[in-house]
């Protein structure tokens, strides 16, 4: 069974930075395209960032683009989100998400195979 646990949210200033990681486990890592949603209150679940299995390609909405950037490391079976210049609006749960396809097509959010659970960012003074 494949797991996909979150880790390193929190409470930070706007202008600040957070790094988010996911940890999976029951399946090869380098099989899977990764990626991260968020889903803020009475919105809709969206896209973040996507990556490719081995890392070559990644995928971002203008929203994050330039702030936020995904990276693995296929040693560790971890996908990271590093996010800079946070602003109030990306306050969210942060969810992780993997399917055994493309990153193009986890972008999409119709192809998520496996969700993580979340872990909630808040940006606020």
């Known amino acids: 069974q494949v797991q996909l646990v979150e880790s390193g949210g929190g409470l930070v200033q706007p202008g600040g930075s957070l790094r988010l990681a996911c940890a999976v486990s029951g399946r090869p890592f380098n099989t899977l395209a990764m990626g991260w949603f968020r889903q803020a209150p009475g919105k809709e679940r969206d896209f973040v960032a996507t990556i490719s299995w081995n890392g070559a390609t990644t995928y971002y909405p203008d929203s994050v683009k330039g702030r936020f950037s995904i990276s693995r490391d296929n040693a560790k079976s971890t996908v990271y989100l590093q996010m800079n210049s946070l602003k109030s609006e990306d306050t969210a749960i942060y969810y992780c998400?993997?399917?055994?396809?493309?990153?193009?097509?986890?972008?999409?959010?119709?192809?998520?195979?496996?969700w993580g659970m979340g872990t909630q960012v808040t940006v606020s003074s």
């Open positions: 998400a993997a399917n055994r396809r493309t990153a193009r097509t986890l972008s999409g959010g119709g192809a998520v195979e496996y």
